[in-house]
């Protein structure tokens, strides 16, 4: 039996950068499958360019991950990125990368984790076509076959994923990124409150492996879930528009 975890993000939510050591801590869990679905919170008309309102607006939130999460910022970042008047957040590039890199044997989840870093400790632009190229490179993807597949994945495949994305979170109820919920073999979908365990990434990783291993323990752990008072970090999130204040 396989259980799957779906998580929803996009590449340019704060939160979702200070839930990366989550992700990773559960790409370490055994017979736990990942699946990527980017929300597009900037693309298409909401892609902003850099300006001084979108840097007040961002920076209040980058400071609490910081202190919630101990996740770096860069001066390049804040100093620079930030003030980069010519950049411009676009969701659907680095979404289109990751959809690439995951139809490379599986690598989407060290692609947006790479792009993370690019982006809140570089100050790289990371919706630039060769950004996302050097960054492939980077962890270790084929130069030419991921330039094969991120043409391939640009345009109508990253908009249908979108798409797709935002009817499935309807479906199961996620209004904000990250979401996160399991899927058991048979089907059944679960909504996990991932937000509570915010730099905590060996409890999650514990808790994902208590589900995946043992179906009665994980029955119980949903239910000790149902009864905890979710934290500050835990109401922070990003809609499919701005992250929330």
């Known amino acids: 039996m396989t259980t799957t975890l779906h998580y929803f993000f996009d590449p340019f939510c704060g939160w979702c950068y200070a839930a990366a050591p989550l992700l990773k ?18 693309a ?3 892609a902003q360019r850099v300006t001084p309102a979108l840097r007040d607006y961002v920076m209040p939130h980058d400071r609490r991950i910081a202190a919630t999460t101990g996740q770096p910022f860069g001066i390049a970042y804040f100093d ?3 003030r980069d008047g010519t950049a411009v957040f676009d969701s659907a590039p680095p979404t289109a990368a990751i959809l690439a890199a995951e139809s490379l044997g599986g690598h989407g989840a060290r692609l947006l984790h790479r792009l993370q870093q690019a982006h809140y400790v ?7 076509g060769p950004v996302l190229q050097t ?10 076959a991921f330039a094969t597949a991120l043409a391939r994945t640009v345009g109508a495949t990253t908009q249908q994923h979108i798409e797709d994305t935002r009817a499935l979170m309807r479906k199961t109820g996620i209004q904000g990124f990250p979401g996160v919920a399991l899927e ?7 909504v996990v409150d991932a937000g509570r ?3 905590q990434p060996a409890a999650w990783q514990a808790l994902l492996a208590e589900r995946v291993g043992t179906p009665s323990a994980a ?3 949903l239910q000790t879930d149902a009864r905890m008072p979710a934290g500050a970090a835990a109401a922070a999130r990003c809609g499919p528009d701005a992250c929330a204040r």
Do not use: C
């Not at 801590?25 to 900037?42: E, F, K, Q, S, W």
């Open 135 to 144: 960054m492939a490179e980077e962890v270790g993807l084929d130069a030419g």
């Open 219 to 221: 029955e119980a752990v």
């Open 122 to 128: 570089d100050g790289l632009r990371i919706a630039d």
């Open 184 to 190: 058991t073999a048979d089907g059944r979908l679960q």
């Open 197 to 199: 365990y915010l730099g």
């Open 25 to 42: 801590a559960a790409r370490d869990v055994t017979g736990l499958r990942i699946a990527l679905h980017g929300g597009g919170m900037m």
């Open 80 to 82: 620079g990125l930030l």
């Open 44 to 46: 298409g008309p909401n």
